[in-house]
């Protein structure tokens, strides 16, 4: 069996010494404006907005839409202060003068966007979820630490918010497991109970009819290395989410947002389930649809129920044999916030991504953390895809049936390779 000991000296072992620029650092006698970190944004959805509002000195955006571009240009008055539009992302990624890459676009461009970002001696805050597959995922790790590169997932509830329904910091959570209150092993329920909406209406349509290509809009470079298939709007922009060759509906959309803070409180920082049981009905082979009910088994008895279709009302977040924890930190647990209080709190992280990458100290949700939370997430949208109940190995990174490890490391279309 592979233990978590033996995971953390694995991934301890690909550990080096970082660089850092050090205009970055402000050596050299450079003045304070070069101190500043730069940075360039690729993909102008929706999403974007988002990451526009977020530290760095903007210099690059790009999209294969010209519309969104422009967009985004007029919105931050990119001609008076100097910000450039691209059309390829390769453009963005290659220039010299920019420190931090923002990866914002769908799943299906994650990984092979990360990968060239650090190997350009970028570091990266992308998108969740940090890969729409296993493998993806696994290479864009491997690649993270081969070049030294710092990593950031954009999604921040183990370090800091509300954590949705539970209305509390995820802290009083992870303090509550650590120091074993509720005894082990533990059971989390996240359904809509427990403060949490798995997004339904993330679905695709399975009677697409194909559509002119808009002049604005490159679908063939919005595709990428996601099979060609004609064009509908509904596959792209704002709806693409409900279509398995670019992501995973709502349980992608959301996965890491309620997952990754679960493995965290369940210490669940290097490794994954052994299996993942689904019940749904069959999957359209291009449309992804709904599901009833998810559970995942780690190798300790640990379990993770997303109940979708909110079957448990009286569900407790977080249960086990000492007791448990509802939504609003309610518990059968006499005096849960005083005996909280005089515990041990949690190990500090780094919350401030520049400071991760002036310093090279690993970000809170960095690419290893994340590359596990998001490997329960793609586990469970596997045994939705393929509707059926699946084992996995995390030394191997493979599961006991062919067709799920094919989706592991799905072939890319040409010319893009991993």
Known sequence: MYTRRQSLKALAALATIQIVPSRVLGLNGQTAPSNEITKGIIGCGAIAGAHLSMPGRLLALCDVDSKHLANRMEETDAEEKGI?????????????????????????????MTIAAVKAGKD????????????????????????????????????????????????YLKKATMND??????????????????????????????????????????????????????????????YWDYDGGGLADMGQHYLDPVQYILDK????PVSVEIDAD??????????????????????????????????????GPKGHIRPRLESNIENLREKLAALPDPPEQITDFHHSVRTREKFALNE?????????????????????NLK?????????????????NPEFRAPWKL
Not at 392 to 408: G, I, V
């Open 181 to 242: 209150l509720l005894g082990w092993p533990l059971k989390v329920t996240v359904s809509k109970s427990t403060g949490f909406d798995w997004k339904f209406e993330w679905v695709g349509l399975t009677d697409l009819t194909e559509k002119p290509i808009p002049d604005h809009f490159d679908y063939n470079k919005w595709l990428g290395p996601a099979p060609m298939k004609p064009y509908h709007p509904h596959r792209t922009h704002a709806t693409f989410r409900g």
């Open 282 to 319: 069959p999957q359209h082979h291009d449309a992804v649809g709904t599901w009833r009910r998810i559970e995942f088994t780690y190798a300790d008895g640990c379990k993770v129920i997303l109940d979708g279709e909110n079957r448990d009302k009286d569900a407790s977040f977080i249960e």
């Open 124 to 171: 990266v805050w992308c998108e969740k979820p940090y890969s729409r597959t296993i493998g993806e995922g696994a290479a864009m790790m491997r690649e993270i630490q081969q070049q030294e590169r710092i990593f950031r997932l954009n999604t921040w509830f183990r370090f800091r918010s509300g954590f949705y329904g539970m209305r509390t910091p995820v802290s």
């Open 392 to 408: 996995f190995d995390s030394t191997t990174m493979e599961f006991d049936d062919p067709e799920a490890n094919a989706y592991n």
């Open 84 to 112: 450039t539009g691209h059309h390829d992302f390769r453009e963005l990624i290659a220039r010299d003068d920019i420190d931090v890459v923002h990866v914002a676009t769908p799943p299906h461009w994650h990984a092979l």
């Open 368 to 388: 290893v953390n994340a590359f596990w939370s998001g490997t329960l997430v793609n586990m469970g949208v596997t045994a939705h895809r393929l509707n059926r």
């Open 269 to 272: 920082d290097n490794e994954a």
